[in-house]
């Protein structure tokens, strides 16, 4: 039993530095991304999720690449994207904006979303439309014309 008391101390120092190496390296996680747009109005409940940190979406917050973005019950949200695209999302939706790369000269480019439940509406922008693509749990949707 004395051990164990002599060892508590060390435990709990251990435990206190990697919570806070965590910490860190959770609210780094939204400044790693490149911002890719942001929220032009929100209602209610909206969420983004980056790694291991959740955080509210309000009007002009920022969103980035590879975070996932939910409305609550009641709840919408309008986003704007560097490349004039815009995307309104229904209540109880999720969304994954998994990839996002536009060259304002028009040379390349790619926007990859993943809805995985709810109801949205997506209005292309700037890029080739056949940059573009819609994943859902059905099937993949790409934008042509």
């Avoid at 209610?44 to 959740?54: E, L």
């Avoid at 815009?86 to 536009?102: A, C, H, Q, S």
């Avoid at 390349?108 to 292309?124: C, K, Q």
Wanted: net charge positive; glycine share 8%.
């Amino acid at each position: 039993m004395p051990v164990s008391l002599i060892c508590a101390p060390h435990f709990w120092a251990s435990a206190c530095v990697l919570a806070a190496l965590f910490a860190v390296q959770s609210t780094t996680s939204f400044a790693q991304q490149p911002t890719i747009g942001n929220a032009t109005n929100t209602k209610n409940r909206v969420s983004s999720i980056g790694g291991t940190t959740t955080r509210q979406i309000s009007k002009g917050t920022d969103v980035h690449s590879n975070e996932v973005v939910r409305t609550g019950n009641a709840s919408i949200a309008d986003l704007k994207f560097l490349d004039d695209s815009t995307m309104n999302l229904g209540p109880i939706t999720e969304i994954r904006l998994d990839k996002f790369v536009y060259d304002p000269s028009g040379s390349a480019g790619s926007f990859v979303i993943e809805a995985t439940r709810g109801a949205l509406r997506f209005v292309t922008g700037k890029q080739d439309h056949n940059s573009y693509q819609i994943k859902t749990p059905f099937g993949t949707l790409g934008i042509r014309g």
